[in-house]
């Protein structure tokens, strides 16, 4: 009876540590990670102060349990869409885990890892999309659409041109031209290919980084690291540090690679082909078509550079990106008053003759060549900008040659109306 009594009494007194393994697993299994840290840190403290096979093999299963319940949190930190609060907390958990083994990597240098390698992976992949997208557009173009140069497909493309400067209905017009086929259409499209990957590229950089950049901050300061151990410089600290500017940097060369501009610094990995005959086809789009979407990609990634200008970056980060952006507004405009002056040259052949009835003996032309030239101007307004924060721009001197093109067009007009 004394001996029954002295075991009762012995597994009485460690019941805790005897009971371990079946509590850590409850506690994982309704995934109460807060309850298993706590239960494992007290096993921990426990296990220094008894001796015997007993306890170590005990001890053994709950280093098991505890390794497994590692390899679960460590697969969630790979989550994309966690919020990073929770992601924090798994951080601190992984922490309080030390198994006494080999020691693991810093789970905050996992995290940001995997962000930084998910946010590249993203940018590739609608860059790759958008590259295949233009390739089923091209594709879809038939030999005799391309040798299609007769009179009345040429006066079909014209009379859409018109009816879009006479209702600036732009939907309407890209329907229209998309039913025409040909490189026209394919233009259009590609265009509208163009415009969505700049937003999702800089929808992208706009969710991930100002995250990932104040993660990177606090990692470098040592945020995260085990209680009561002294902070000193953090693991892959270097490469932390470099994360945000190639994260800048992919953004960047992803957006100028859209664009067909030169790229200062290609990321590893990086080298995108061209796709044959792309440039070609695009540079048949209307001039108001490349204002729309040029405006377009212009908001989306001016929303993005004043977003990052939020978060005080460093200086280096900020110059880069003022510089390169400024860049892209740069060849905004110089691509729009090459393609109207262009489209200046031969405007007269949207004269139809049809009467304007709101000035006497007189065409619809000059109003025609008012709504198209006000358009560009406009956009090249809203590209130009008026606040002194953002990137600054030169006007090109094309778009002063293109300007008073446009006042001697209407002066010379309205004087030979005169005359006559």
């Not at 299994?29 to 005990?58: C, H, L, M, N, P």
């Not at 901050?217 to 270097?238: F, Q």
């Not at 952006?325 to 262009?342: P, R």
Request: charged share 25%; aromatic share 12%.
């Amino acid at each position: 009876m004394d001996q029954i009594r002295r075991t009762i009494d012995y597994l009485e007194q460690h019941r805790f540590l005897f009971n371990l393994p079946a509590s850590l697993g409850e506690s994982i299994s309704k995934r109460q990670f807060d309850g298993a840290v706590r239960e494992f840190k007290r096993g921990a403290q426990y296990v220094t102060e008894v001796k015997g096979a007993a306890f170590e093999k005990i001890w053994n299963e709950v280093l098991r349990i505890v390794q497994e319940l590692r390899q679960h949190l460590e697969g969630l930190l790979t989550d994309p869409y966690s919020p990073v609060e929770n992601q924090e907390r798994i951080i601190e958990h992984l922490l309080e885990l030390d198994i006494g083994t080999a020691e693991p990597p810093n789970p905050a240098w996992l995290y940001l890892k995997n962000q930084f390698d998910m946010v590249v992976n993203l940018f590739r992949e609608s860059f790759d999309d958008y590259q295949q997208k233009c390739l089923a557009i091209i594709a879809k173009i038939t030999q005799h659409e391309r040798q299609d140069n007769t009179a009345a497909r040429a006066e079909a493309i014209r009379n859409v041109h018109i009816d879009l400067l006479r209702r600036k209905d732009f939907e309407k017009y890209e329907q229209a031209l998309i039913t025409l086929k040909g490189e026209e259409g394919a233009a259009i499209q590609m265009w509208h290919e163009k415009s969505r990957l700049i937003k999702k590229l800089s929808s992208i950089m706009a969710s991930s980084f100002p995250n990932l950049w104040k993660f990177a901050r606090s990692y470098l300061e040592g945020k995260y690291v085990k209680k009561g151990v002294p902070k000193g410089k953090m693991p892959n600290a270097d490469k932390v540090q470099q994360m945000p500017m190639q994260l800048i940097d992919h953004y960047l060369y992803f957006a100028l690679t859209t664009f067909n501009l030169p790229v200062s610094k290609v990321p590893p990995n990086c080298d995108t082909p061209k796709i044959p005959q792309q440039v070609e086809i695009e540079d048949k789009v209307h001039p108001i078509s490349k204002c729309y979407f040029l405006v377009r990609g212009d908001a989306s990634l001016i929303a993005c550079f004043d977003l990052l200008r939020t978060l005080k970056l460093p200086d280096e980060l900020i110059l880069t990106l003022t510089s390169q952006v400024a860049q892209l507004k740069q060849s905004f405009i110089e691509n729009i008053c090459e393609s109207a002056t262009g489209e200046i040259a031969t405007f007269y052949r949207y004269e139809d003759w049809t009467p304007n009835l709101e000035v006497a003996q007189t065409t619809l032309l000059p109003s025609l060549f008012f709504e198209f030239t006000s358009l560009i101007l406009l956009s090249l307004r809203e590209i130009i900008g008026e606040t002194a924060s953002g990137p600054s721009v030169t006007v090109p001197p094309l778009f002063i040659l293109f300007y008073f093109i446009l006042f001697y067009f209407i002066l010379f007009y309205y004087f030979i109306l005169f005359i006559l």
